[in-house]
């Protein structure tokens, strides 16, 4: 089945500094790619997705890259904040199988 | 509008005892995901309802957990016979469609077994 790593599992960036979070996976017929923040006594966040036919996506600050001979994608995040600060898991799924696999989470630590 | 809701959003149980966790998903939405989350790790999947079918319950660990949809609505999981290995979080999550690929997850139900 699918295996997800994920890295770092702590990182700490100043306020303004630049974040990335890095997943790579192990079943080629995995073409989607979620990531999630969650906050403390929260449920997951979904924040980005990707889907295997595209290498890159943005959405304001943070953008998700794919790189699908390697089998790994990457969160980034500029210009950080300190509501930034949250666990974040990178996932993957497909078509077959609609079930989620995730990372084991990275915290994020912004300080201001 | 309204996000998936789960109650009870805090749940103590004595070891042996049977539970019973509630997910209301999106209205509308037509498949739906319980997840397992331990203290400190990702989500873990355990069985999946697409209306009121459950096509995959790979993920239930054991035959004490149960769950189901008969309505195609509202979800139950229920553990019976809890054992501290139990304790976690028990998160929901519901997507549109089948094939639509984004899940969107309620707070989850905070089990601890003594």
Known sequence: GENVEQHPSTLSVQ??????????????????????????????????DIRSNVGEKKDQRIAVTLNKTAKHFSLHITETQPEDSAVYFCAASNTGFQKLVFGTGTRLLVSP | GAG????PRYKVAKRGQDVALRCDPISGHVSLFWYQQA??????????FQNEAQLDKSGLPSDRFFAERPEGSVSTLKIQRTQQEDSAVYLCASSLEYHSYEQYFGPGTRLTVT
């Open chain 2, 4 to 7: 998936v809701s789960q109650s």
């Open chain 2, 39 to 48: 203290l400190g790790q990702g989500p873990e999947f355990l069985t999946y």
């Open chain 1, 15 to 48: 306020e303004g500094d630049s974040a990335v979070i890095k997943c790579t996976y192990s079943d080629s017929a995995s073409n989607y790619f979620p990531w999630y923040k969650q906050e403390l006594g929260k449920g997951p966040q979904l924040i980005i």
